[in-house]
Antibody, heavy 117, light 113 residues
Framework: EVQLLESGGGLVQPGGSLRLSCAASGFTFSNYAMSWVRQAPGKGLEWASA????????YYADSVKGRFTISRDNSKNTLYLQMNNLRAEDTAVHYC??????????WGQGILVTVSS | DIVMTQSPESLAVSLGERATINCKSSQSVLYSPNNRNYLAWYQQKPGQPPKLLIY???TRESGVPDRFRGSGSGTDFTLTISSLQAEDVAVYYC?????????FGQGTKVEIK
């Protein structure tokens, strides 16, 4: 059974940093691209960042480019999202997502990041 | 970026009746060399992550009831729930994956009338 378990969220002040982690199990992690999809409270879904299976290729939405860094450790079956210079508009549930051909076939439960003073 | 527009924003349907959700892309998501539409549908129940229902516009994910049907091609797509059940109350999203970035529609909320 595929499992994606996010951690590292919480409350942070504007301008602060957080590092999200996603521990993956139940599939061969190194064979799949992964993504972070986020959802602001009461809003829709945004494909925030993605990384290829090898980690060589990355994608960032314009809204996070230059502030967020996605990475992965295939030896630890773990996906990361380093979030710097956080803004109020980054407040959202962040979902770790297993990607197949650029659609998501499995989602984590999500973790809330709240940016507020 | 390809813009995905869903309609209606919400709909209320009686139990056992049909629910129809539309999704329109700002450009075609049909890739001619393989004749595939790069379009997925997701269901999100309150307090839960989204769940994949349909990919390639009409292929049901394993375990998805056959009352869910995806159709359409090019720029116009439809998700049909043939006989609405109480457990189908949710927000439904379409998403293209034809090009980068993949983008989602704004969602359609389905409720019981």
């Amino acid at each position: 059974e595929v499992q994606l378990l996010e951690s590292g969220g919480g409350l942070v002040q504007p301008g602060g940093s957080l590092r999200l982690s996603c521990a993956a199990s139940g599939f061969t992690f190194s064979n799949y691209a992964m993504s972070w999809v986020r959802q602001a409270p009461g809003k829709g879904l945004e494909w925030a960042s993605a990384i290829s299976a090898s980690g060589d290729d990355t994608y960032y939405a314009d809204s996070v480019k230059g502030r967020f860094t996605i990475s992965r450790d295939n030896s630890k079956n773990t996906l990361y999202l380093q979030m710097n210079n956080l803004r109020a508009e980054d407040t959202a549930v962040h979902y770790c997502a297993k990607v197949v051909g650029n659609y998501v076939d499995h989602w984590g439960q999500g973790i809330l990041v709240t940016v507020s003073s | 970026d390809i813009v995905m527009t869903q309609s209606p924003e919400s709909l209320a349907v009686s139990l056992g009746e049909r629910a129809t959700i539309n999704c329109k892309s700002s450009q075609s998501v049909l890739y001619s060399p393989n004749n595939r539409n790069y379009l997925a549908w997701y269901q999100q129940k309150p307090g839960q992550p989204p769940k994949l229902l349909i990919y390639w516009a009409s292929t049901r994910e394993s375990g998805v009831p056959d009352r869910f049907r995806g159709s359409g091609s090019g720029t116009d797509f439809t998700l049909t729930i043939s006989s609405l059940q109480a457990e189908d109350v949710a927000v439904y999203y379409c998403q293209h994956y034809y090009s980068s970035p993949p983008t989602f529609g704004q969602g359609t909320k389905v409720e019981i009338k």
